[in-house]
């Protein structure tokens, strides 16, 4: 998982530098950071190191959100206690009309209490992204099973501030209306404020396992096939990344050094770890340039899908869409998608990265 950087900062040059970032960078492939290194080779450093009111009543007024997309660039603003007191109340009175449409079976409405590009994750692995998607599958478990129905078992929320406040607890829920057959689904909720209405951005259903699975080491397990050395190379570019856990285990610690025409241009660092708010992986990253990302991302069943942004260190906003596709325990595929600089779109990229393999023993005469 190389995080790529390209430039003066944060444009992440191949796959092999860097896993993801979320709010991070645009991957760049070593070709296409060839021209501009050139540029930082002739100055590079060669010893360089490497406010709430009350929810929406109707499907028509949660509709005038369709255009609005979380909120990423607002400020982080606390609230008053009033402030906090009247979120609570109206991120509860959101909730408890969606169990009422939920049950009177009014799949549109429901779906309007999320966001457009929202997440629901439903127990079995399976992501509905986005608000069609999420009232197209409603509408076909409203037909398939009418009599159905779901109440909150337990709930609690708690507001990070002005715009975004966490929900936990409990759904008991049935396909057949009689409670005595209610099955009980523990669940993580993310509330967004946008324009002082709440919505939905991610809603997840945990398993009873995953409720209490908040080991940070055990979450990155699926990674560890990471660590060790890494590298991705052209005739004129060189990337190397190595991969080790943090001291506590609770981390992977990624450092990379990008190298053209034999000159190190840049260096940087990324900490992947779990999210246990969210529960979903996340890494950040950090150059030698002062740039920096983030990212989040999950594993599909077949590729690691990373969501990326970046901020270079002249203020450049970049974000990608990324894959990590396993080959083998020594090679893997980086694919980078949907890629923007500054609102300008970029070309796809697709790189091999494979681990590099360890320096011969030397043989000292007389031994």
Known sequence: M???????????CTATA????GVGATPFSSSEFAQSAEDLAQNADPHAETSPTDSPDSEQEASEADSQQFPHDVPVQHATDAEDRASLR????????????????????????????????????EVLSGREAIEAHFEDLFATYPHGHARAHESNVRTLSLHMAIEDGVISSSHLPDEEEEADTPFLAIWTNVEGRWYLASLRELTVSQQGRYSAHDQLLDLAWLVGDWIDETHDTVVKTSCRWSDHGNFLIQEFTIHFQGT?????????????????????????????GESTWNWDGEKW??????????????????????????????ESTHRMSDNE????????????????????PGQ
């Open 90 to 125: 109206a991120i509860r009175a959101q909730s408890a009309a969606m169990f009422a449409e939920y049950n009177a079976k009014h799949a549109q409405a429901y779906a309007a209490r999320f966001l457009p590009d929202a997440e629901y994750e439903m127990k079995n692995g």
């Open 345 to 364: 779109n970029l070309p796809d990229q697709r790189v091999r990265i494979v681990r590099q393999a360890p320096p011969p023993e030397i043989e000292h």
């Open 305 to 334: 899908v990373i969501r990326s942004t970046a901020v270079r260190h002249d203020g450049q906003v970049d974000a990608s869409l990324n894959f990590i596709i396993p080959e083998t325990d020594d090679a893997y595929i980086w």
């Open 18 to 21: 860097l896993m993801t970032w």
């Open 2 to 12: 190389t995080m790529r950087i390209l430039g003066f900062s944060l444009v992440l």
């Open 264 to 292: 190190p241009v840049v260096s940087g660092t990324q900490r992947i770890g779990f999210d246990p708010l969210t529960h979903r992986l996340r890494s950040w990253v950090f150059d030698s340039h002062g740039g920096f």
